[in-house]
Antibody, heavy 118, light 107 residues
């Protein structure tokens, strides 16, 4: 069974950093790109970024609102994708979802809540 | 950036009726479009990718169509569990973007 599980969310002050993890199982992790999406409370969905497979360079792309502050990485030996979030802003408050797939998400985790507040 | 506009914002229907949801893109994305269903307190669930291909385990009452800039999600014979919010997402050009959602509610 394909599963992705996000962790690492919590309350953080503006300007600080937080790292989210996405632990995958049930598929060959190294064969798939991984996306991160987010959803602010009561709002719609927003794409955060994705990371390609190593076969395609393992590079990442980001949405404009997080580019330069967020970094996506992957550890294929552990089947984990990471979202490093720096210089957090109050508007980054959201549930963050990890999904399998580079273009769209075919399997989603339950999400992890990040609250940025003083 | 490709902007997606979904219509209507809310669709009020009865179980057994057909729902027709629209998603329009500001530039052509061929068939690089996905549809998701989201229920309160849950993660989104992929319904359709490639504009018309059903994801694994999705009932055949869900169908997608369209190409270029105009896309449609059709739900035939609404079941009680189909009342939810539906989002379209394009992956034809980065950044990937979503529509604002259509809520399908019980009339």
């Amino acid at each position: 069974e394909v599963q992705v599980v996000e962790s690492g969310g919590g309350l953080v002050q503006p300007g600080r950093s937080l790292r989210l993890s996405c632990t995958a199982s049930g598929f060959i992790f190294g064969d798939h790109g991984m996306n991160w999406f987010r959803q602010a409370p009561g709002k719609g969905l927003e794409w955060v970024g994705f990371i390609r497979t190593k076969a395609y360079g393992g590079t990442a792309e980001y949405g404009a609102s997080v580019k330069g502050r967020f970094t996506i990485s992957r550890d294929d030996s552990k089947s984990i994708a990471y979202l490093q979030m720096n210089s957090l802003k109050t508007e980054d408050t959201a549930v963050y979802y990890c999904t399998r797939g580079t273009w769209y998400g075919d399997y989603w985790g339950q999400g992890t809540l990040v609250t940025v507040s003083a | 950036e490709t902007v997606l506009t979904q219509s209507p914002g809310t669709l009020s229907l009865s179980p057994g009726e057909r729902a027709t949801l629209s998603c329009r893109a500001t530039q052509a994305i061929t068939t690089y479009l996905a549809w998701y269903q989201q229920k309160p307190g849950q993660a989104p669930r992929l319904l359709i990718y490639g504009a018309a291909s059903r994801a694994t385990g999705i009932p055949d009452r869900f169908s997608g169509s369209g190409s270029g800039t105009d896309f449609t999600l059709t739900i035939n014979r609404l079941e009680p569990e189909d009342f939810a919010v539906y989002y379209c997402q394009q992956y034809g050009s980065s950044p990937w973007t979503f529509g604002q959602g259509t809520k399908v509610e019980i009339k």
